[in-house]
């Protein structure tokens, strides 16, 4: 079972579409963090929501933590080709000593 | 040298090789993590130190055998792997653990045992 599930698995778009990825469990999380892996490196933070129902920007990122604590999204506008990468969600679990990873989306953008 | 280093950053080895793979964090971080990256699995955290000490051990084989010497060097020994060990492997540091500590990762290895 995994605790943290992505959808899609694979995204691949234009320059200049929008796009929404989805992460979701069945179990409350403290907090929840984004991140993004470019090949050949290691996952890099983008942001951590910790409040049900916080919203964070981050220039053409959205980020939103449901009201529930339970799950997550991430919206992408007018993507670029440099925001191809693997995208993934990962939280620490309410008592605070367990770290999970999502299992990731693979986003294309293409010029 | 800034940030999470880690060497080398390719390996092959056979079943039977003995190896270890160094990671060296210049950031001042109190705790530093061994993640297992593979192709069809999430990120899998096998090992956490925090001020040398290890606070987590994630059910993974006795082949993989960490080794955190100081706050700033970790070690992964590496003994009589099986092809399904073949993987990305990452370390990561953060100034403590925990909920809200931010952590920061290296490169990576990328493992092939043949």
């Known amino acids: 079972t995994q605790l943290l599930e992505q959808s899609p698995q694979f995204l691949s778009i234009q320059e200049g579409e929008n796009l929404t990825v989805y992460c979701n469990s069945s179990?409350?999380?403290?907090?929840l963090q984004w991140y993004r892996q470019e090949p050949g490196e290691g996952p890099v933070l983008l942001v951590t929501?910790?409040?049900?129902?916080e919203v964070k920007k981050l220039k053409r990122l959205t980020f939103q933590f449901g009201d529930a604590r339970k799950d997550s999204s991430l919206h992408i506008t007018a993507a670029q080709p440099g925001d191809t990468g693997l995208y993934l969600c990962?939280?620490?679990?309410?008592?605070?000593?367990?770290?999970?990873f999502g299992t990731g989306t693979s986003l294309t953008v293409i010029p | 040298e800034t940030g999470v280093t880690q060497t080398p950053r390719h390996l092959v080895m056979g079943m039977t090789n003995k190896k270890s793979l160094k990671c060296e964090q210049h950031?001042?971080?109190?705790?530093m993590y061994w993640y297992k990256q593979s192709a069809k699995k999430p990120l899998e955290l096998m090992f956490v130190?925090?001020?040398?000490?290890?606070?987590e051990n994630n059910s993974v084989p006795s082949r993989f055998s960490p080794e955190c010497p100081n706050s700033s060097h970790l070690f992964l020994h590496l003994h009589t792997l099986q092809p399904e060990d073949s993987a990305l492997y990452l370390c990561?540091?953060?100034?403590?653990?925990?909920?809200?500590?931010?952590?920061?990762f290296g490169p990576g290895t990328r493992l092939t045992v043949t």
């Open positions: 990561a540091s953060s100034q403590g653990t925990g909920i809200g500590y931010e952590q920061y």
């Open positions: 179990s409350v999380f403290s907090s």
């Open positions: 929501v910790v409040t049900g129902g």
């Open positions: 990962a939280a620490w679990s309410n008592t605070g000593n367990q770290f999970y």
């Open positions: 950031l001042g971080h109190n705790a």
């Open positions: 130190y925090s001020l040398e000490e290890r606070v």
